[in-house]
């Protein structure tokens, strides 16, 4: 296996990220055009892939403008914090054995706190605009996230429990046989709905409702600034895909490891097609579910997901300590 | 829970149907004969002008898009010294054509008039006058009205009898 000194990795993932992300607008775009009967951006380009390009250009050469009236400095840096913290995230994901920027004995823990260091974006961009609708936005996002990542942290102790260990290559290691979606059902529902919510993505996109608050957080952001809202978005789309597809679906080891015991395909790739495959799941959310009322969203969080995830915890729990006192 | 599911397969099973989506420039609609387009300027079958400057089609435009002057040829019969539609404003109502007593204004199956310069929407007579007959292929203004031309005298219209001689006591 050709190991990848872990600068040339930092950068293929910041270079494959930002372009994937670019990528993924077009893909969102055309998956919910075929499933709203229409074809979406199919002009530019075979297919429309072109359209990433033209919005690039379209973004890049638009008015770099600061309201007068906002917090100049937080308003500039709220943006990159999101995709930062959402690169940084990319650090522990195990691509596959050996293509790994950093296999930290925390990695779960890594991957949480770096996935709620981008509520801080959202609410700084939030105050620094010093507009009501931007103001509501980020409150609301706050307490979304704050609420939501209490039991996204939750959902993958079961995960920790049957490993022994918050590191990613562990837990994908620990799968060889049966991936944890299986035994781990209640934890996957929970980890993907918070997820969602955790990346605000549509659904959960109360933090940015078009119908209530014009464009949420981003309401006073336009041209690359925004287009940083947007990688975050994107970046954390694929990140929780990822973190989904490691925990989960067993990372890099595709289902012929186990029926076939040939790999016909590089580990990397069978990453690839399970993250593939979990973000058009995303997509299919988004295009199937209506959002929420923000009071339900919360009652969701409280009086539904947060039951759940601990009753899997404690039946976890009394399985793992049943099958250590010698099961049947 | 149950029902979000459903929903999910019934949107998933779209990815197997048939966009609804016409693509537009390849894929050209059918634009019905009497469709409301681009107004034109037709003439009659003889090659001449149908539009006799009555001014009625500016009167009876709702938002004013139509200005034109009344001019006299040497024969006494009236033709638009200018005729302007500002089709910037046009709603593209056919009053004006309902409003036509000769049949002149016609509105046409073309909606593909973009400029880029807001001036080039206003088209001047020679813009609006076509060499056809539009949807009356027969009509001819003079040919029906009582009015003396330079090729008719009173009473030799189609549809039409001779004068009445007042002077006369014969029936």
């Not at chain 1, 837990?171 to 955790?198: D, R």
């Not at chain 1, 009322?293 to 039951?307: A, E, I």
Request: charged letters at 15%; aromatic letters at 14%; hydrophobic letters at 50%.
């Amino acid at each position: 296996m050709f190991e990848w000194g872990p600068i040339m990795l930092a950068m293929g993932i910041l270079i494959f990220g930002v372009a994937g992300a670019a990528f993924l607008t077009w893909w969102e775009r055309r998956l919910l055009g075929f499933w709203q009967d229409r074809y979406g951006p199919n002009r530019i380009g075979p297919f429309g892939v072109g359209q990433v390009v033209a919005d690039m250009i379209k973004l890049l050469l638009k008015d770099d403008w600061v309201p007068p009236f906002a917090d100049r400095m937080v308003f500039v840096f709220a943006p990159t914090a999101i995709v930062v913290a959402m690169m940084m995230g990319f650090a522990v994901v195990p691509f596959s054995p050996g293509i790994q920027i950093i296999d930290v004995n925390i990695g779960l823990l890594f991957f949480l706190g770096m996935t709620s260091l981008a509520v801080y974006s959202v609410l700084l961009g939030g105050l620094a605009s010093n507009n009501k609708y931007a103001l509501l936005g980020g409150l609301r996002s706050a307490s979304q996230m704050v609420s939501y990542e209490v039991f996204m942290g939750l959902s993958l102790m079961g995960i920790v429990m049957m490993t022994g260990s918050f590191s990613l290559v562990e837990i994908v290691k620990a799968q060889e046989n049966v991936w944890f979606c299986f035994s781990q059902a209640l934890g996957l529902i929970v980890f993907v709905i918070a997820g969602i919510a955790e990346s605000h993505r549509l659904p959960f996109d109360l933090p940015e409702a078009e119908h209530e608050l014009t464009a949420g957080f981003h309401t006073e952001y336009g041209g690359m600034k925004f287009a940083m809202f947007m990688l975050g978005e994107y970046l954390g789309l694929m990140l929780i895909s990822a973190m989904i597809v490691t925990l989960f679906f067993g990372g890099w080891m595709g289902p012929s490891l186990i029926i076939f015991e040939i790999n016909w395909l590089p580990p990397v790739a069978w990453f690839t097609i399970k993250i593939i495959f979990v973000i058009n799941f995303f997509v299919l959310l988004r295009a199937a579910i209506p959002r929420p009322r923000y009071d339900q969203l919360m009652s969701l969080g409280w009086k539904v997901m947060l039951p759940i995830t601990l009753f899997n915890l404690v039946i976890t729990g009394a399985v793992l300590l049943w099958l250590q006192e010698g099961g049947l | 829970m149950l029902s979000s599911l459903r929903t999910m397969w019934h949107i998933f099973k779209h990815l197997f149907q048939k966009a609804e989506t016409v693509q537009y420039p390849e894929q050209m609609p059918y634009l019905a004969p009497r469709y409301r387009g681009r107004i034109v300027l037709t003439r009659d079958p003889d090659g001449e002008e149908r539009c006799v400057a009555c001014n009625l089609c500016a009167a009876a435009c709702p938002v004013d898009c139509i200005a034109l002057q009344k001019d006299t040829r040497d024969d006494g019969t009236w033709y638009p010294e200018f005729f302007r539609i500002n089709f910037s404003r046009c709603i593209m109502c056919g009053m004006c054509e309902e409003a036509c007593p000769t049949y002149a204004i016609q509105l046409t199956p073309d909606f593909e008039m973009c400029e880029y310069d807001r001036q080039n929407m206003v088209y001047e007579k020679e813009h609006l006058l076509i060499d056809g007959v539009g949807k009356y292929p027969d009509y001819n203004f003079y040919r029906v009205s009582g009015l003396q031309t330079a090729t008719k005298d009173k009473g030799e219209a189609i549809n039409e009898e001779l004068p009445i001689d007042t002077k006369s006591l014969m029936p």
